[in-house]
Every structure is written in structure tokens, then in C-alpha cells.
């Protein structure tokens, strides 16, 4: 196996969440495609999501390079975590409302004094140790993955040192057009210089990658030499055996992170009138968030006298232990970000939720990338946000299809298998 690829990636096991799943899936299936992967990562990076699970999927194939990051937004929140006497949560940075002092501070200094975000100080040792490492093994391709786009930066730099050298620029997550940095109070200058670096790595990088159609049209706009889309999805091989088992409650359970962008209340909304409506369902729903939760959702939820009665929040569940979640979740529910990117928005959690095989409901764009996924699959319906008439009736409909034990079907979800996708990923590679 002589084909090689070097893979630059700030989220890497032990880290848990979302973030990850893309490119250890695919490290994980390169092999089979006579690609041999490098990954480069921090030694010490901060995250609070971590799952020691997602180690087994890396292949022995795969070697793992790590090098130290120091990070100064982590030193802020156990700073501002010591002055306000509690923990502070990512998920407390991102939001769209009324914001605590330690917020707007927070807020802005991420926004304006480290762009495209902190890890940028990890840029120059990155690429120093890194231009070496690509020579010395005989590295022809890399790829950097973002967010954070600092990544990115990192692929620039290798590649104005080494010309010959092809790139893959990954973004998981737009950039200038990104939901995250209208959080951030930037200041036109620092908007500026977003769209100034994303450009720079458009325009560079050989092959522009991305997650939805969406995307593709957006960095097509923006001036990308070459665009090429290849969705996330999910592993068979974490779907193995998987055998739902109904109970006596009708459980709709939400995995993931809960922010503000993300925010589930209209579905909270329409399932509490749907309870006063409905004796029947009110005896028997059952809500649960599993994962990171924002403080003022839950706070909200833990207000509201009903809502309180009907939901609970349990903390993230190792990966290798989500099977038997989904065995006992009736409905999903998939929130999808509020925000202007909204149409393009599909969490890759989605993707497990077709392979869980239970309905999903969604809200957000009923006519956006996520939507048609769904729709195509049969796999539930995404309602407008605004639509609450329309988020109780698809709630009262898969109710009255769990009461009458009517069975669920998928069609077509076999494209989405993380070897399918590494297949499309070998044969880019291979074109390169």
C-alpha cells in the first residue's frame, strides 16, 4: 500500500461528538481502498465531548501524528468558570439573545482578535513540523477539515511551500457564511478578513469538499477552483443487530448538542398542546435530550410545569452505547440550525437516524437539504419552525402510528453507509 494521504484534523478520538465522525469513518474504510491515512492532531486539545468508544474504529492501518496546542479560549472559560462559581459550556457561548457580560466578552475577543478562530497559534508549529513529515514520508496528498477553519490555513501555508502538493479543503460547516460567526459581534474588519482567508483557501486548494448541495452552490459562488460534494452518514457496522423494542411509553428522544441556533422549543411547544389536546398521548410521551444541553434551554424547560413532567436530560452516551438507545426511541427529533443557513443545514446526525431505522421529525426548511433526504428515504417530515399546528399534527401522526404498531420502512439509505462515501472519497483521491 503506497498511497498515501495525510489528514489534518483539530477533532480526533478521544473526542466525542459529531465533529469527528466524518474522518475517522473515513480513516477507518481507507484501507479497503488501498489508501494508506496519516492523521495529524493535537496532543492536547480542548473539548468537552469525549468518548474513548470511537478508538476502536481507527484501523492499525492508520498512523497518528500529534503535536502540542496551546489554547487561550480554554483559559478564559475556566477563568470565567471560576468567577461565576459554575461551569461554563460551549453550548452557553452561542447565542442569539440576551447575553451574560462573560458572553459578550467571550464573544468578542473569539470573534475579532482570533480569526478564523483560537486554534490559529497552532498554525506555525503545525506547519513547520508538518512541511517536514510531508517530505520525509513521501506524502503527495493532504487534507484539512473544518471547522475550525484555522485548519485550513495550515493546508495554505503547506501548500505555498510545496506547490506540487494537492489539496483537499473539507468544510464540514461554511465559513464567512457560517451561522456560528453572527454570534460573535464581529466588526466589519474582521468579517472582512474572514472572507479574505476563505478565499485565499477557495482558490488554492485543488478540490474544494463539502457535506451538502447547498454548500457546494455557496463555495461555487465564493470562487472555488473545484467543488465536490460527499455527504456524511452512517456505519453499518454501528447498526448491527439493532432490534426495536417498543415499551409502554412513546418516547421522541433529541441526540446531540441543544443551542440557541438550535433550539427545540417550537417542537416543545407544539408537544405541549398536542398533551392538552390529546389525553391519551399526554399519558404517555416521554422526551429526552441526550447530550449537551444549553443552560437556558433546559432552564426554560425546567419552568414550564408541564414540559417539566414530560422530559428528562441524560448526559452523552458513549457511541458504542447508542444502539441501545435507538432500540428504545420511538420517534427521533432532528432540530436543524435557525439561522440563514438553515436550507443547507444537514447534521450528521441525520444520517444515524436513518440507519437507526426509526421515523424522524425535524424542524426547520421543509423545503431544504435535510428535508429531501428525509423525504426520499421515508423517514418522517421536517416542519417549518413557524408551523406549530403543523409540528402537532406530525407528532400526533406518528403517535397514532406507534399505537397502532405500524411499521417503519427506508428505501435507498444504502448510498450513505461510511464505505459507500469512502468509496467516493478513494476514487477522488485517486483523480488527484
Known amino acids: 500500500m503506497n498511497k498515501r494521504v495525510l489528514i489534518i484534523t483539530y477533532y480526533w478520538p478521544p473526542s466525542g461528538g459529531s465533529g469527528v465522525q466524518r474522518w475517522l469513518k473515513f480513516v477507518k474504510y481507507l484501507p479497503q481502498f488501498e489508501w494508506e491515512p496519516f492523521v495529524f492532531t493535537p496532543e492536547n486539545p480542548s473539548f468537552e465531548l469525549k468518548d474513548e468508544s470511537l478508538t476502536k474504529d481507527v484501523p492499525p492501518e492508520a498512523e497518528v501524528i500529534k503535536l502540542p496546542i496551546w489554547e487561550p479560549y480554554s483559559a478564559y472559560a475556566r477563568f470565567s468558570g471560576w468567577l461565576t462559581g459554575k461551569p461554563v459550556k460551549s453550548t452557553d457561548y452561542i447565542s442569539t439573545g440576551k447575553k451574560s457580560v462573560f458572553q459578550t466578552i467571550a464573544g468578542f475577543i473569539r470573534g475579532n482578535f482570533f480569526i478564523p478562530d483560537p486554534k490559529i497559534l497552532w498554525k506555525r508549529p503545525a506547519v513547520k513540523f508538518l512541511n517536514d513529515f510531508i517530505q520525509h514520508n513521501h506524502i503527495r496528498i493532504i487534507v484539512t477539515t473544518g471547522p475550525p477553519h484555522s485548519m485550513h490555513l495550515i493546508g495554505l501555508a503547506l501548500k505555498k511551500k510545496n506547490p506540487s502538493l494537492k489539496w483537499i479543503a473539507d468544510f464540514r460547516d461554511p465559513w464567512s457564511r457560517w451561522d456560528l460567526l453572527d454570534t460573535l459581534h464581529l466588526t466589519a474588519p474582521a468579517r472582512a478578513r474572514h472572507r479574505q482567508l476563505e478565499h485565499r483557501v477557495l482558490v488554492a486548494a485543488d478540490c474544494v469538499l463539502t457535506v451538502t448541495p447547498h454548500y457546494v452552490n455557496w463555495f461555487n459562488e465564493l ?33 446531540g448538542v441543544v443551542d440557541e441556533l438550535r433550539d ?3 417542537f416543545m411547544l407544539a408537544a405541549r398542546q398536542a398533551c392538552t ?40 452516551v458513549p457511541h458504542d452505547r447508542l444502539l441501545e438507545v435507538y432500540k428504545q426511541t420511538d420517534v427521533l427529533l432532528l432540530v436543524l440550525a435557525n439561522s440563514s443557513i438553515a436550507p443547507g443545514n444537514i447534521p450528521g ?21 435535510a428535508a429531501a433526504i428525509m423525504s426520499k428515504a421515508g423517514a418522517g417530515m421536517v416542519v417549518e419552525r413557524d408551523n406549530l399546528q403543523g409540528i402537532k399534527a406530525g407528532l400526533l401522526r406518528l403517535f397514532f402510528g406507534w399505537n397502532n404498531n405500524t411499521p417503519t420502512s427506508r428505501s435507498g439509505i444504502e448510498h450513505y453507509s461510511r464505505r459507500s462515501l469512502t468509496a467516493e472519497l478513494a476514487a477522488l483521491l485517486n483523480s488527484l
Open 277 to 316: 389536546e390529546n389525553s391519551e398521548l399526554a399519558a404517555v410521551l416521554s422526551i429526552e435530550f441526550v447530550g449537551q444541553v444549553n443552560s437556558a434551554f433546559r432552564s426554560w424547560v425546567e419552568a414550564d410545569e408541564q414540559l417539566s413532567k414530560i422530559t428528562t436530560f441524560r448526559s452523552q
Open 349 to 369: 446526525k441525520l444520517f444515524e437516524y436513518l440507519g437507526s431505522g426509526r421515523p424522524v421529525i425535524g424542524i426547520g426548511p421543509a423545503d431544504g437539504d
Open 223 to 255: 470562487g472555488a477552483r473545484k467543488t465536490v460534494l460527499i455527504t456524511n452518514g452512517y456505519d453499518e457496522d454501528d447498526f448491527s443487530g439493532l432490534q426495536y423494542s417498543k415499551g409502554n411509553k412513546f418516547t421522541v428522544r433529541h441526540l
Open 264 to 266: 427545540p422549543r417550537p
